[in-house]
Antibody, heavy 119, light 108 residues
Framework: QVQLVQSGSELKKPGASVKVSCKTS????????INWVRQAPGQGLEWMGWINTNTGIPTSAQGFTGRFVFSLDTSVSTAYLQISSLKAEDTAVYYCARRNAGNYFLDFWGQGTLVTVSS | SYVLTQPPSVSVAPGQTARISCGGS??????VHWYQQKPGQAPVLVVY???DRPSGIPERFSGSNSGNTATLTISRVEAGDEADYYCQVWDSNNVRFVFGTGTKVTVL
C-alpha cells in the first residue's frame, strides 16, 4: 500500500537549519510529484511547492523561495525539505503529499513533521 | 491571486446533513477537491474532481460544483465526521495549489 513516512519532530534555534524527510513506498516513486504543505499552529493548509520526482526540478510557491529547498534521493524513494535560517514564524507542521498522476490533487499524505523554532 | 472562501464553522446534529460551501470566482470551471483533517492528524482526501470519492470513503460524502460555489455534503452525519474540512483547486494562471480557508464541522 502507498505510504509516506516523515521524520520526527524537530526543535531548533533561530538561525539554524532543518531537513525533513519523506520516505515513500508502495508505488513507483518517479511517477508522482511530491508536494509540501505547511500548517502553522491553529491555521489552515498552505501549499509550499512540489518537486518533480522524475526530473528533480522543484517548483516553489510565492513566499517559499530562497530558504526553502526541495530535494530527492531516488535511490531510497525519499523526498526532503530543507529550511535554512530558521525563524520563529517557521514553527509549523510540515506535510509531504503525493500529487495524483495527471491531476492536481493530493491523494496520499505523510503524517506530518512538527518543526518548532525557539530560543 | 485566486481565493477560496469557506465558512469558519458548521454545526450539525447526528443523523442530519452538513453542507460546507467553498466560494471562488467561477469555481464551476475548475475541478474542486476536498480534504478532511481530524485533530492531530494529516489531511485525508474525501472528494476529488468535484464529486468523486476515493476508495474507502463512505457514500455519505458527496460534492457538487457550479457557478461560484462548490459544496461538500455529508449525509447522515456521525460523531466521527467532526473535523476540519478544506477545499482545494489548481490555479493554472499562477501555477499553484490553492486551499480554502477551512471549515470546522461540529457534531452537536
Amino acid at each position: 500500500q502507498v505510504q509516506l513516512v516523515q521524520s520526527g519532530s524537530e526543535l531548533k534555534k533561530p538561525g539554524a537549519s532543518v531537513k525533513v524527510s519523506c520516505k515513500t513506498s508502495g508505488y513507483s516513486f518517479s511517477n508522482y510529484a511530491i508536494n509540501w504543505v505547511r500548517q502553522a499552529p491553529g491555521q489552515g493548509l498552505e501549499w509550499m511547492g512540489w518537486i518533480n520526482t522524475n526530473t528533480g526540478i522543484p517548483t516553489s510557491a510565492q513566499g517559499f523561495t530562497g530558504r526553502f529547498v526541495f530535494s530527492l534521493d531516488t535511490s531510497v524513494s525519499t523526498a526532503y525539505l530543507q529550511i535554512s535560517s530558521l525563524k520563529a514564524e517557521d514553527t509549523a507542521v510540515y506535510y509531504c503529499a503525493r500529487r495524483n498522476a495527471g491531476n492536481y490533487f493530493l491523494d496520499f499524505w505523510g503524517q506530518g513533521t512538527l518543526v518548532t523554532v525557539s530560543s | 491571486s485566486y481565493v477560496l472562501t469557506q465558512p469558519p464553522s458548521v454545526s450539525v446534529a447526528p443523523g442530519q446533513t452538513a453542507r460546507i460551501s467553498c466560494g471562488g470566482s467561477n469555481i464551476g470551471s475548475k475541478s474542486v477537491h476536498w480534504y478532511q483533517q481530524k485533530p492531530g492528524q494529516a489531511p485525508v482526501l474525501v472528494v476529488y474532481a468535484d464529486s468523486d470519492r476515493p476508495s474507502g470513503i463512505p457514500e455519505r460524502f458527496s460534492g457538487s460544483n457550479s457557478g461560484n460555489t462548490a459544496t461538500l455534503t455529508i449525509s447522515r452525519v456521525e460523531a466521527g465526521d467532526e473535523a476540519d474540512y478544506y477545499c482545494q483547486v489548481w490555479d493554472s494562471n499562477n501555477v499553484r495549489f490553492v486551499f480554502g480557508t477551512g471549515t470546522k464541522v461540529t457534531v452537536l
